[in-house]
């Protein structure tokens, strides 16, 4: 019964700069951990970075010292400060929040927001 509306995407040049959100509606005192993924034409979906109710956060190698998570909880919305950006970072970029971050029951997904990177 959560509701996550992501926004912010858009094309930018390498080395620039953009900011994701999500926004989450409905019951989101059950959430217990927030996360983005993100998705190129013909790869897996991977994971970028995860943000944990107490702020621990984990990034993906490839972002480590570009992208910064964050949440306001108050608005609940939860963040990705994208700086640096490489034409490689062109994906969809998904929000996801879960009750338990390790399963599937109790998971929510954004719609996506497309990123495109060019140089």
């Known amino acids: 019964q959560v509701q996550l509306v992501e926004s912010g995407g858009g094309l930018v040049q390498a080395g620039g700069s953009l900011r994701l959100s999500c926004a989450a509606s409905g019951r989101t005192s059950i959430i217990n951990a927030m996360g983005w993924f993100r998705q190129a034409p013909g790869k897996q979906r991977e994971l970028v970075a995860r943000i944990s109710n107490g702020d621990t956060t984990k990034y993906a190698d490839a972002v480590k010292g570009r992208f910064t998570i964050s949440r306001d909880n108050v608005k609940n919305i939860m963040y990705l400060q994208m700086n640096s950006l490489k034409p490689e970072d062109t994906a969809v970029y998904y929000c996801?929040?879960?009750?338990?971050?390790?399963?599937?029951?109790?998971?929510?997904w954004g719609q996506g927001t497309q990123v495109t990177v060019s140089s």
């Open positions: 996801r929040a879960a009750v338990d971050w390790q399963l599937e029951n109790g998971a929510y």
